[in-house]
């Protein structure tokens, strides 16, 4: 069975930083590329970057909102992935949820989700 | 980047009804949309991919129809437990993007 638990979520200060962890078990980590997804509160959902797997060079994607900001990697022998977030802003508050992308022919998409960390942004 | 547009943004409707979801993307993404659910609390989960591939446990209700720019997902017969937003997602292009949401609520 996937399963996705992220960790490490909680309140930080403006400007401060936080990193989250998600853990993957029940398949290959290191076969798939990986992404964090996020929900504000009573918001919709929106992607925050991938990070490809060894195949592709661990090779990155952001979203303009947070590139130079947050950063993904990964420690396959650990099966974990995280995001380094720095310079964190009020709008930054959201639901973060690791995703696992299909290791699928052409465009890929996220087949499973991890229950997500709740990060607050608040002075 | 693609804007991807559901509508409507609520839709009120009872157990047994059929109903439908549209999501318009901003420019062709050929079929590279997929559809998600997801109940308050919850992580969203996957129904559909590549516009009208249903997932293995996704019930026979559920199918997505679509290719360009406009796209729908329909529930045959509404069930209890189908209450929930809906969300498409283009993965053709980066940054990918979601639809804002469709919240079916009970009539």
């Known amino acids: 069975e996937v399963q996705l638990v992220e960790s490490g979520g909680g309140l930080v200060q403006p400007g401060g930083s936080l990193r989250l962890s998600c853990a993957a078990s029940g398949f290959t980590f290191s076969d798939h590329y990986m992404d964090w997804v996020r929900q504000a509160p009573g918001k919709g959902l929106e992607w925050v970057g991938r990070?490809?797997?060894?195949?592709?060079?661990?090779?990155?994607e952001y979203a303009a909102s947070v590139k130079g900001r947050f950063t993904i990697s990964r420690d396959d022998s650990k099966n974990s992935l995280y995001l380094q977030m720095n310079s964190l802003k009020t709008e930054d508050t959201a639901v973060y949820y690791c995703?696992?992308?299909?290791?699928?022919?052409?465009?890929?998409?996220?087949?499973?989700w991890g229950q997500g960390t709740l990060v607050t942004v608040s002075s | 980047d693609i804007q991807m547009t559901q509508s409507p943004s609520t839709l009120s409707a009872s157990v047994g009804d059929r109903v439908t979801i549209t999501c318009r993307a901003s420019?062709?993404?050929?079929?590279?949309l997929a559809w998600f659910q997801q109940k308050p609390g919850k992580a969203p989960k996957l129904l559909i991919s590549?516009?009208?591939s249903l997932e293995s446990g996704v019930p026979l209700r559920f199918s997505g129809s679509g290719s360009g720019t406009e796209f729908t997902l329909t529930i045959s017969s509404l069930q209890p437990e189908d209450f929930a937003t809906y969300y498409c997602?283009?993965?053709?292009?980066?940054?990918?993007?979601f639809g804002g949401g469709t919240k079916v609520e009970i009539k």
């Open positions: 590549k516009a009208s």
């Open positions: 990070t490809r797997n060894k195949a592709k060079s661990y090779t990155t």
């Open positions: 997602q283009q993965y053709l292009i980066y940054p990918l993007t």
């Open positions: 995703a696992r992308v299909c290791a699928c022919t052409g465009y890929k998409y996220f087949d499973y």
């Open positions: 420019q062709s993404i050929s079929s590279w």
